[in-house]
């Protein structure tokens, strides 16, 4: 068996490719498996979308109690957004992008995943980045 911690990167993974309708399913699936989970849309120029991109990761995972609205868990939260950020900027500077964040939780694991689609005239690439952190479980 894989280690948590690949096991919650995977569903967050799921979560930032998935449509809108796949999301509600995939959040009632890791419901039943004690993993808290959600999404959010994102998109702009990257450069300027950075503190927007993590804001609402923060407010997306205190709606839906991933986290608690303390220090440690949102610090949690922004810096595994800011890793996930970083693995994609080489290719989005400069860029519109728009995409979708997937966060997962199970225990002391949280993961954030970017998947994001950039424009560049007619063609689009495309780009993943996942962030990982380890925190102290939810009472």
């Known amino acids: ?7 919650i990167a995977k569903a967050a993974i799921k979560l930032a490719v998935s449509t809108r309708q796949e ?16 999404a959010v849309d994102i998109g702009g120029d990257l450069i300027n979308s950075i503190p927007t991109i993590i804001e609402r990761a ?8 991933i986290i608690k ?3 440690v868990y949102e610090g949690a939260v922004a810096g595994a957004t800011k890793d996930a950020i970083s693995q994609v900027d ?9 995409g979708k964040i997937g966060i997962a939780r199970f225990g002391e694991h949280i993961v954030v995943c970017l998947f994001i ?7 689009n690439d495309l780009a993943i ?6 925190i102290p479980p939810l009472d």
């Open 1 to 7: 068996m894989e280690s948590k911690s690949t096991e």
């Open 23 to 38: 999301e509600k399913i995939l959040v009632k699936e890791f419901e039943k498996q004690n993993i808290k989970s959600t």
């Open 58 to 65: 923060l407010v997306a995972s205190k709606k839906t109690g």
């Open 69 to 71: 609205e303390e220090h």
């Open 90 to 98: 080489s290719k989005a500077m400069g860029l519109n992008f728009g």
């Open 117 to 123: 689609s950039i424009g560049l005239l007619h063609l």
């Open 129 to 134: 980045g996942v962030g990982h952190r380890s």
